[in-house]
């Protein structure tokens, strides 16, 4: 894989349970990449698990859907309205002349 990725400018994540075993994988990955000038991100993972609480891969799919739902939900609470445009009636007049 990491054979495959060499010499390009991508970063990857990499995706693992976090667990012990998810872990040790996670760092093997990590150093095959990193030996192949390969770059790595470690904190996404980290992220992603401090927003969603996930401790499997496998539950990140219901864990997103039920944090978009939350947002939404949330939004309709408090009134939540679009953003009005930044433009002003006079400069969008200005900008079609």
């Known amino acids: 894989m990491a054979q ?39 904190q996404s993972r980290k992220t992603i698990r401090w927003i969603f609480g996930v401790r499997t891969m496998e539950d990140l799919p219901t864990a997103y859907a039920d944090f978009v739902a939350t947002a939404v939900m949330n939004q309709l609470q408090v009134g939540w309205q679009p953003a009005e445009a930044p433009y002003t009636e006079s400069v969008m007049e200005s900008m079609t002349r």
């Open 4 to 42: 495959l990725l060499s010499g390009t400018k991508k970063t990857v994540v990499i995706l693992t349970d976090n667990d012990e075993s998810g872990e040790k994988l996670m760092r093997r990955y990590a150093e095959e990449l990193s030996a192949n000038n390969i770059a790595v991100d470690t």
